[in-house]
């Protein structure tokens, strides 16, 4: 009977004193006694929870403002009347949650015109959302409230001389004839105001219009024209021809009067009209008239 059995199994060790204990080496510290949550729960980091440097109001606070719903008032004055901390206090721990990246607060206009406060909560500092910046940024003004995107000026075209309406309105008729043309070259009215002086100057250097419309329309490139007015200030400028040569003016010819008999005197003279001769109507010479003796 005293035999042993060494096939024994060993008896197993107390749980009490063994290593494994969850209370072992911790007698005096917290012991957590934790149920899963299924619902009505928040995840809340322990770099919040657990911050070395916030106060525990501050901390609080964070955790609360955490748990709330989006919405939810968290102004001072509705904190203070949720929790028995006094405003001054409650201020100091948003503050203290701006400073450590937890609250951003921006003041912002509504349309009415009154400025709120708008509060974001950061459940991890230095991480924005994109329904978070949406969240901050202003509302979009209207669209009819924007102002139409500037229209890109004109180059610049050479200017004639001497302007009448009869060449400014042949230079407007050498530009709305270019779309037969070239469909492309379809202009408004802005364009052509604009183009006008321009065809003018050539057609005042001595140019037909058909010379000008060639010198426009001629070698366009394939693709389309995204800028047609742009590209016909362009050639008009570019392209300018210099001015005719000068021509000195001829002195006027020589008027040769044909003979003539006097009326009264029957003496030949030259003069324009029949009629008497000069000494008959004046007795003076006369340059208009001169009488021939016989």
């Known amino acids: ?165 009869a060449l400014l309105q042949a230079a407007v008729d050498v530009l709305a004839g270019l779309r037969r043309h070239d469909p492309r070259l379809l202009l408004s009215a802005t364009d052509a105001e604009h183009l006008a002086p321009g065809v003018a100057a050539w057609l005042e250097r001595d140019l037909t219009p058909t010379v000008v419309r060639h010198a426009l329309t001629a070698d366009l490139p394939n693709e389309p024209l995204r800028r047609p007015a742009a590209l016909l200030a362009h050639r008009l400028t570019a392209q300018l021809p210099p001015p005719p040569p000068y021509r000195a003016p001829q002195p006027p010819p020589t008027v040769h009067h044909p003979m003539r008999n006097c009326d009264s005197c029957d003496h030949a003279f030259r003069g324009p009209d029949p009629g008497l001769c000069n000494a008959c109507r004046t007795g003076h010479d006369s340059p208009l008239s001169t009488q021939v003796p016989r």
Request: net charge positive; hydrophobic share 30%.
């Open 1 to 165: 009977m005293d035999t042993e059995n060494p096939s024994a199994p060993p008896s197993a060790e107390s749980r009490t004193t063994g290593k494994n204990h969850p209370h072992r080496g911790h007698p005096s510290g917290v012991v957590h006694d934790n149920a899963r949550h299924t619902e009505d729960f928040t995840v809340i980091g322990n770099h919040l929870a657990q911050h070395h440097e916030l106060s525990l109001l501050a901390i609080g606070l964070g955790c609360y403002i955490q748990s709330v719903r989006p919405g939810t008032a968290v102004d001072i004055k509705t904190l203070a009347g949720r929790f028995p901390e006094g405003p001054i206090r409650i201020a100091a721990a948003l503050r203290e949650l701006e400073t450590h990246g937890y609250l951003r607060r921006t003041r912002e206009h509504t349309h009415t015109g009154r400025i709120v406060t708008r509060t974001v909560s950061c459940n991890k500092p230095g991480h924005r959302t994109a329904s978070a910046d949406t969240a901050s940024r202003p509302a979009p003004r209207p669209a009819q409230d924007k102002p139409p995107p500037r229209r890109k000026l004109l180059p610049a075209v050479p200017q004639p001389a001497y302007t009448s309406p």
